[in-house]
C-alpha cells in the first residue's frame, strides 16, 4: 500500500501517459548521479581527494535533479521540442563533472572517465549533429578547465600529466562520440521498425476481423465472439439475443443497377445498423446481404426493440444509384438463448425466424 503511494506520489497519476513514462526513465538515469557518491566518498575517505569535492558533487546533483523532477511533474518540458530534455540533461552532467574535476586533485583522472560514460548514455538520445557539437564544445571546456585546476592544485599541480590527461580524452572522445551515436541511430531504426511492424499488425489484424466493404465485423469474427458470449451468458445466467437481417429484393437491385449498385445498399445498411449501438453490442456482415447482431445481456423485447429502430431507420433511406432512386427494407429473425443451446442452433433459430419473415411479407421481424 505504502509502495503504491509512494509510487503515485513520484511518477503522478497518469500511469498510461508519455510524461508518465518519461518521469519513470529520469528516475532511473538520476539513480546514477547518487551511485556515483560511492567512489567519490571513497576518495575523500582515503585522501586521493579533497572533502570539498564529494560536497560540492552532492550540492550540484541534488540541485540539477530536484530542477529536473520538478521541470517533468509540472509539464514544464512539454514546453521543449525534446520532451526528454536528453540535451539539456547531457549539458548539466558534464558541466557538474568538469566543475568537480577542477577541485579533484589527483583524482582528476576518475571524473575524465565519467565523462566517457555521459557520452555513452547521451550516444543513445542523442542525434549525430548534437554529440558532434557536444564533443567539441566539451573538449574546450574541458581544456579551458586547465588552467583553473592549476591555481586550485598551487605547487602540487603537474601541468604534463594534465596535458596528457586531456590529449588522450580528445583522442578516444571522438571515437567514443562517433560508436555512441551509431549504437543510438540503430536503437532509433529499430524502434521506428517496431513501429512500422505495430502499424502493420494493427491492419492484419483488422483486415482478419472487418469486412472489407463496409468495415463492420465479418463472419470469423462474430462466430468467435458469439461462442464467448454465450458461454458467458450461460455461465452467469444471463439473456443473450441474435438477431439476422436480410436485404429485401437485392436481387432485382443487383439486376437494375449491377454489383456496385448492390456494393452501395450494403454499405448504407451497415451504416445505419452500426450507428449508435450500445457498446457490448457486436455487429457483422455474415454473408452477401445477410447481418448478424448480438446482442449480449439484452432481453427479446429490448432485442426487438433494437432490430425495429434499424429496421425504420432503413426504410426511411433512399439511394441514388446511376439515376436510379431506389428504396429497400429489410427483414429480420430473432432468437434469445435457451439454456444448454450451442451457437450454431442459436443462429439456426434466428434463420428460421427470418425465412418467416421474409415468407409473410418481408419488412417484418419474427422470433424464432
Not at 566518498?41 to 530536484?66: C, E
Not at 564544445?137 to 603537474?158: E, Q
Request: aromatic content about 12%; hydrophobic content about 50%; glycine content about 6%.
Amino acid at each position: 500500500m505504502l509502495s503504491a503511494f509512494l509510487k503515485r506520489w513520484l511518477l503522478g497519476p497518469d500511469e498510461a501517459t508519455q510524461q508518465h513514462a518519461r518521469i519513470k526513465r529520469y528516475l532511473r538515469t538520476s539513480s546514477n548521479y547518487f551511485a556515483a557518491l560511492i567512489p567519490i566518498a571513497f576518495a575523500a575517505a582515503v585522501g586521493v581527494s579533497p572533502t570539498f569535492v564529494l560536497q560540492l558533487y552532492a550540492a550540484l546533483i541534488i540541485g540539477a535533479n530536484l530542477f529536473f523532477y520538478c521541470a517533468f511533474r509540472t509539464g514544464l518540458n512539454l514546453r521543449f521540442k525534446d520532451r526528454s530534455l536528453s540535451l539539456m540533461q547531457t549539458i548539466v552532467a558534464i558541466a557538474i563533472v568538469l566543475i568537480c574535476q577542477i577541485f579533484a586533485g589527483s583524482a582528476r583522472s576518475f571524473w575524465v572517465l565519467s565523462l566517457m560514460m555521459i557520452f555513452v548514455f547521451g550516444g543513445f538520445k542523442l542525434s549525430g549533429r548534437a554529440l558532434r557539437m557536444l564533443t567539441f564544445t566539451t573538449l574546450l571546456a574541458y581544456a579551458l578547465t586547465i588552467p583553473l585546476a592549476r591555481i586550485v592544485d598551487g605547487t602540487a599541480y603537474r601541468l604534463e600529466y594534465e596535458l596528457l590527461l586531456w590529449l588522450n580524452f580528445a583522442f578516444f572522445l571522438p571515437a567514443l562520440s562517433w560508436t555512441a551515436g551509431e549504437f543510438g541511430r540503430l536503437r532509433r531504426q529499430l524502434a521506428n521498425s517496431n513501429a512500422e511492424l505495430q502499424v502493420l499488425f494493427a491492419e492484419v489484424s483488422h483486415a482478419a476481423s472487418h469486412d472489407s466493404l463496409t468495415g463492420v465485423y465479418n463472419r470469423r469474427f462474430i462466430l468467435e465472439a458469439l461462442r464467448e458470449r454465450l458461454a458467458d451468458a450461460k455461465t452467469r445466467g444471463l439473456s443473450c439475443c441474435v438477431c439476422l437481417f436480410d436485404l429485401d429484393g437485392f436481387k432485382q437491385i443487383n439486376d437494375l443497377c449491377g454489383h456496385d449498385g448492390g456494393d452501395v445498399v450494403i454499405q448504407a445498411f451497415a451504416r445505419t445498423a452500426a450507428n449508435d449501438l450500445p457498446p457490448d453490442d457486436v455487429f457483422a456482415r455474415y454473408g452477401g446481404e445477410e447481418f448478424l447482431l448480438l446482442m449480449p445481456n439484452a432481453t427479446l423485447k429490448a432485442a426487438q426493440d433494437q432490430a425495429e429502430h434499424i429496421r425504420q431507420a432503413f426504410e426511411r433511406q433512399r439511394h441514388q444509384i446511376e439515376g436510379h432512386d431506389i428504396g429497400t427494407t429489410v427483414s429480420a429473425g430473432i432468437a434469445e438463448l435457451r439454456p444448454d443451446e450451442s451457437a450454431v442452433d442459436l443462429v439456426r433459430r434466428a434463420d428460421q425466424a427470418l425465412y418467416r419473415a421474409k415468407a409473410l411479407g418481408r419488412n417484418r421481424i419474427e422470433f424464432g
